[in-house]
């Protein structure tokens, strides 16, 4: 044989090799939430792991989304995912007043923690992929009925932090690099959130929601906590407890507990601003070194203190920088 049919062979048999290659790449594909997203996860199905270790088959990239949690809802919109349903938030009857302009068309299909499967099953579009990220442990019965609809993605468990949650709805959406942009933007604005802090770099905040059954504190864990902390602002020694969510309610008699150098304050709805509202009144309110400089700054109770997303950390730093900023 001689050598210039040879190479003509050889080149043969390297293009049939790639030719296989390419084929085989539109098939199934098998990832986990920390897997890349990657050229062959483009073009198939894609089995993946979610945050309990269940295997999900999702479609390679959804496009008609439900989520079941605000975490999530933030998450997806902040990845360029627009849901085309979601759950009802506490504030009424629509999701979070901060991301409601971002999702003007989206139907509302239950309660959180209480979806209305039937409303989820007359979307229309069809869901192709229904995210699941909770505050409480995952319901199998309830799993079980979504799964019966659509892929249901389990995104977070109870003990994960907002960064971990988008993770896991990067995952289901196979947007993981997204996520990766979205957190490195994030770092950014906390940086220069920090530098625009001034003296106040090292003030001590007080983070409090009002509900009507009383105040609590957020906890070390809670999203608004670790926002906080990143900018290393200092917190009360007394709400270094360790939860992911606020703490007990705090009685109207200690209400000192509350008290630091500064206090971002938020409610959920009406209620809780009416308790707030006659709490004012209480003489042990009006003598905390906070509300004597005036340094009580009120705060949208949702984005601040429920489990949070990335949008709803950007809130809570522009929050910040508004009240204590220098420039």
């Not at 009416?274 to 905390?288: D, G, R, S, Y």
């Amino acid at each position: 044989m001689s050598s210039s049919r040879t190479a003509r062979l050889l080149g043969a048999a390297l293009i049939g090799a790639l030719a296989l290659t390419a084929c085989g790449s539109g098939g199934e594909t098998t990832t986990s939430s920390s897997a890349p997203s990657s050229a062959a996860q483009d073009t198939g199905p894609r089995t993946i792991t979610d945050a309990t270790g269940a295997k999900v088959t999702v479609p390679a990239n959804p496009k008609n989304v439900v989520a079941l949690a605000e975490t999530d809802l933030d998450a997806a919109i902040a990845l360029g995912v627009t849901p085309i349903g979601a759950s009802k938030s506490r504030q009424g009857d629509s999701v979070a007043g901060y991301l409601s302009a971002k999702v003007p068309n989206v139907k509302l299909v239950g309660e959180i923690v209480e979806p209305d499967i039937e409303a989820i099953a007359a979307l229309d579009p069809k869901p192709d992929v229904i995210l699941y990220g909770h505050f409480i442990e995952p319901d199998p019965a309830q799993l079980a009925d979504l799964n019966a609809i659509a892929p249901t993605v389990v995104t977070s468990i109870v003990s994960d932090d907002w960064k971990t949650s988008l993770k896991g709805v990067a995952n289901a959406l196979n947007l993981s690099a997204k996520a990766d942009e979205v957190l490195k933007d994030y770092d950014k604005k906390v940086e220069e959130t920090k530098k625009a802090l001034g003296a106040n770099a090292s003030a001590e905040v007080s983070l409090v929601r009002w509900n009507p059954q009383g105040p609590s504190y957020l906890q070390k864990q809670h999203f608004a906590s670790t926002v906080v902390s990143e900018l290393g602002l200092k917190r009360p020694q007394v709400q270094q407890t360790d939860g992911t969510g606020p703490s007990e309610a705090v009685s109207l008699e200690k209400l000192d507990v509350l008290d630091a150098d500064w206090i971002f304050l938020g409610t959920l709805n009406s209620d809780g601003a009416a308790a707030l509202a006659q709490a004012e009144q209480n003489p042990t309110w009006t003598k905390l070194k906070a509300v004597g400089a005036k340094h009580v700054v009120t705060v949208d109770g949702v984005p601040w203190t429920s489990r949070g997303g990335p949008i709803a950390a950007g809130v809570v730093l522009d929050d910040i920088r508004k009240a204590l900023g220098s420039a």
